[in-house]
């Protein structure tokens, strides 16, 4: 079954009810953003949760200490980098990566390439102000374009209970990413939550 990483977790209710309900990864924004949350916010809620549910760190040109530190403290199985993180860079680190790139041509698809030690390619859309929880999609039809190791895909960006499983269909990913489309008025919501992992369910069956 396609894996589910829920992005933006700001509340232990939320990480709680997403593992309940069978979501595999939990993703906590320390990059600047309306869902950053402190350290220390991340270790209560992260050890709130069993511990086979990878917990995830998203940080945008964050330095080798900082992801190191915060990885450590929270206790995270990855580090998300949504910035311009070199290669060199990423490989220094001695914490499993994700390598995130916003997507508009078959070139930035090109650039994914090099990060061949990455555990995981995020491949989010570049429309929307930010690095990263824009709400936005992609033209998932480049990825049929260049051969690409969907083993390593996480596919992001505009996902939501309506349009996750024709993503899946067409990209067939190893995890989708939703944080937007979990989100009623700006704020995680369970039943949101719930019936997006639902969908995903329903593509296995
Ligand atoms: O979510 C943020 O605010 C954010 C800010 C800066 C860098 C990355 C960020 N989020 C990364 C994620 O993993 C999101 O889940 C992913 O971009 C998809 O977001 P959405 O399109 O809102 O589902």
Wanted: contains cysteine.
């Amino acid at each position: 079954m396609t894996r589910v990483k829920i992005c933006g977790i700001r509340h232990t209710e939320n990480a709680i009810e997403a593992t309940k309900r069978g979501a595999d990864m939990i993703g906590f924004v320390f990059a600047k953003s309306k869902r950053q949350v402190t350290v220390e916010q991340a270790k209560q809620i992260a050890s709130s949760l069993p511990t086979n549910i990878k917990k995830v760190g998203v940080f945008v040109n964050a330095s080798q200490e900082e992801l190191e530190a915060t990885a450590h403290s929270v206790g995270l199985d990855y580090v998300q980098l949504h910035g311009d993180e070199s290669l060199k860079f990423c490989q220094q680190l001695s914490i499993p990566y994700i390598k995130s790139f916003r997507v508009q041509s078959k070139d930035d698809l090109e650039q994914t390439k090099q990060y061949n030690d990455a555990d995981y390619i995020l491949l989010d859309s570049a429309t929307g102000p930010y690095r990263g929880g824009n709400g936005t999609q992609f033209d998932w039809q480049i990825l049929n374009d260049l051969p690409f190791e969907h083993e390593r895909l996480i596919l992001a960006g505009g996902l939501n209970q309506d349009n996750v499983k024709y993503a899946i269909s067409q990209t067939t990913p190893k995890v989708v990413d939703v944080s937007s489309g979990v989100e009623f008025e700006g704020h995680k919501s369970n039943q949101l939550i719930n019936q997006f992992i639902q969908s995903v369910k329903e593509c296995s069956k």
